[in-house]
């Protein structure tokens, strides 16, 4: 059931703005990195990934940063629209075992205002 | 549409009842995988299958059971269900394990009492 007192870090922005979502990763050995928006009763979707051979990434409206050095991963979101209110949460691969199984982050409340 | 297709959307189950969480996709992708979601922890993966026939215990795999039978299909079994394992489930396809993007369904939640 629900735990009481735990509640994800919450981002405003006012639309139109730029927005940072940052993720501190775990396992120096990850070597994949990726980025899921996940809108209230629905399941994550994809935004965007990182390889580790890469520091910069990026899609439409969206960047990915990968600091490497201090273990660091951001997404930036360009002119933050309503439609961008969502939890945000990163992953990296872990390499657990010879199978690299995503490991995911608890994420981030993300909250546009008009 | 292609994608994950996910059954029940949601359930109330008695303590001690089986349940099988249904899971299909129609996008031929190799893995499959389980979750559950609960309030502050973040996705926990429960079971995985790399391809169809095999499959791998994932971080909270007590409790639950899973079978590949197939490739698209992909259900996992509470055998005897308990109060902690009240949760959201998604189940998630990839083309290949390991370094892909994962594919997420809508989710099933589940409350035992």
């Known amino acids: ?114 | 549409i292609a994608g994950i297709t996910q059954a029940p959307t949601s359930q109330i189950l008695a303590a001690g009842r089986r349940m099988t969480l249904r899971c299909t996709q129609d996008m031929r992708h190799n893995a499959m995988y389980w979750y559950r979601q609960d309030l502050g922890l973040g996705l926990r993966l429960i079971h995985y299958s790399n391809t169809a026939g095999t499959t791998g215990k994932g971080e909270v795999p007590d409790g639950y059971s899973v079978s590949r039978a197939n490739t698209d299909d992909f259900p996992l079994t509470l055998a005897s269900a308990v109060p902690s394992q009240t949760s959201v489930y998604f189940c998630a396809s990839s083309v290949q394990g390991g370094s892909q993007p994962q594919h997420f369904g809508d989710g099933t939640r589940l409350s035992i009492l």
């Open chain 1, 1 to 114: 059931g629900e735990s009481v007192g735990l509640h994800l870090p919450t981002l405003s922005v006012q639309e139109g703005d730029n927005s940072i979502i940052n993720c501190a990763y775990s396992n120096s050995a990850s070597d994949y990195f990726i980025w899921y928006k996940q809108e209230s009763g629905k399941g994550p979707q994809f935004i965007i990934d990182i390889r580790s051979n890469m520091d910069k990434r990026q899609g439409q409206r969206v960047t990915v940063l990968l600091n490497k050095t201090v273990k660091h991963l951001s997404l930036q979101i360009a002119a933050t629209q309503p439609g961008d209110s969502a939890v945000y949460f990163c992953a990296e691969n872990g390499i657990i075992d010879s199978w690299g199984k995503l490991q995911f982050g608890a994420g981030t409340q993300v909250v546009v205002t008009p």
